[in-house]
């Protein structure tokens, strides 16, 4: 059965989470230098050595820095698609424990079922992914960011699941009067393989109604480009419209992600 879901960082500088099982432990992205997810695992009262594996969404760095840090600890498996995984041991000299799958793919790992799925993200090839208990299959977490739209191939991860990690990455607002972002870039954030905005991610709650959801946590927020109250005045407004809202939605702010986490 699961047990938790523990974050460690969620933001645009840096992203990873622990879910925590009967039967393993894994880490969900490792967007953090190896000495802070060390340190961020201690605030947990954890030790690498009771992480099991690690799942990369992405090559890009917020998702990955951790990589040069955690690969000398020769029990993790790190799992990545194929283009990924080129990705990023081309910028790496050294050996990593790949277990490598195909976009698509549903697999387990010990006490998790995994199923893997395309997003549209300007990466060699982005996941989004669902971990399912094989013990207990209600308890379903669908992992979702670093996407520029919702696909309808991903409708039913937000409705059918108890724990929903959904991004919300920029205030519209914010981005435009941003003046450290060239417009080449501001475009590329808000284009359709960049990331999702804040009234994104409420339109598509309220759209698909994920009524199973016992917990939402709005994540990967942008620490110059998006605020917390933002989100929570948005959240305010969407209720009054869709009181069938799951009642725990929750923002993440960027540099306070650790103490946040879901307790099965």
Known sequence: ???????????????????????SRILIDAGLSGKQILRHLAYYSLHIQDIDAVFLSHEHSDH????????????????????????????????IHWQNFDTGDAFTFRDIAITTH??????????AYTFDSTVEPEQRISWITDLGYIPPRLISLIRDTRVLVLEANFDPGLLESDLSRPWSLKQRIRGRHGHLSN??????????????????????LSRDCNDPR??????????????????????????????????F
Do not use: W
Not at 6 to 15: E, M, V, Y
Not at 199 to 220: D, G, M, T, V, Y
């Open 64 to 95: 990955t820095q951790g990589l040069r840090g955690l690969a000398p600890f020769r029990h993790l498996q790190f799992f990545a698609n194929h283009a990924t995984r080129y990705a990023l041991q081309a910028k790496h000299d050294y050996p």
């Open 199 to 220: 009234p994104a991610a409420l339109n598509s709650l309220c759209e698909h109604l994920p009524s199973r959801a016992q917990k939402i946590f709005l994540a990967h």
């Open 230 to 263: 933002i989100l929570i005045g948005l959240i305010a407004e969407a209720r009054k419209r869709h009181p069938l809202l799951p009642p725990d939605i929750e923002p993440i702010a960027p540099g306070s992600a650790l103490g946040i986490q879901y307790l």
């Open 1 to 23: 059965m699961f047990r938790s879901l523990q974050f460690l960082a969620s933001s645009s500088q840096g992203n990873a989470a622990v879910l925590s099982t009967d039967q």
């Open 118 to 127: 395309a997003i549209p993200h300007d990466a060699e090839d982005p996941v």
